[in-house]
Nanobody
Framework: QVQLVESGGGLVQPGGSLRLSCAAS????????VGWYRQAPGKQRELVAV??????NYGDSVKGRFTISRDNAKNTAYLQMNSLKPEDTAVYYC????????????WGQGTQVTVSS
């Protein structure tokens, strides 16, 4: 498993921006796909964005506003969030998943993002 620690969450006004970071321990990070998920109160955890084998995919609700990236040299993944809306309010989780069988998921502790005026 990969140890993951998110940072960068906080309170932001609608229309504002935040950049989340996910710091991973160890060089094994490069052998995992990476993603961001979020969970709002009373809702299921949902996909925000993933990088799988070099390809990016986004949830429909964030497409065009959020950008996922990774820097393997720094063992860090990022989520740039622009044009934030109140409905983006949630706990955001970083995820790393092995590329080969057996599939093993690693999760960060989560970071709170609140979009409110």
């Amino acid at each position: 498993q990969v140890q993951l620690v998110e940072s960068g969450g906080g309170l932001v006004q609608p229309g504002g921006s935040l950049r989340l970071s996910c710091a991973a321990s160890g060089s094994s990070f490069i052998y995992n796909d990476v993603g961001w998920y979020r969970q709002a109160p009373g809702k299921q955890r949902e996909l925000v964005a993933v990088i799988r084998s070099g390809r990016t995919n986004y949830g429909d609700s964030v497409k065009g506003r959020f950008t996922i990236s990774r820097d393997n040299a720094k063992n860090t993944a990022y989520l740039q969030m622009n044009s934030l809306k109140p409905e983006d309010t949630a706990v955001y989780y970083c995820n790393a998943r092995t590329k080969w069988y057996p599939v093993v998921d690693s999760w960060g502790q989560g970071t709170q993002v609140t979009v409110s005026s």
